[in-house]
């Protein structure tokens, strides 16, 4: 989920970027609305260790990790 293009900044389209956070950030959306007060998201470890060409699923699910930081009681897990 959130697999994004493999491209350079400069090559990325914002139909891209879109792409690669609608999974991710629609995850939250949906957990948000439903209530749960606690929560387990499942981050990637690009989002500490980038590979090239990676930029947007990296920010995806560094985006991922900081909301989840932001909710007391929620946890992302960076999945392999």
Partial sequence: AGTGKVALLHALR?????NCFSAKVGSMRALLQCGFETACLFSSQAAVIPQMGQIAYCA?????????????????????
Avoid at 14 to 18: E, G, N, S, T
Avoid at 60 to 69: G, M, Q, R, T, V
């Fill in 60 to 80: 995806a699910n560094s985006a991922l990790e900081a909301f989840a930081f932001s909710k007391y009681h929620w946890i992302a897990v960076q999945w392999g």
């Fill in 14 to 18: 914002p139909r891209d970027i879109v």
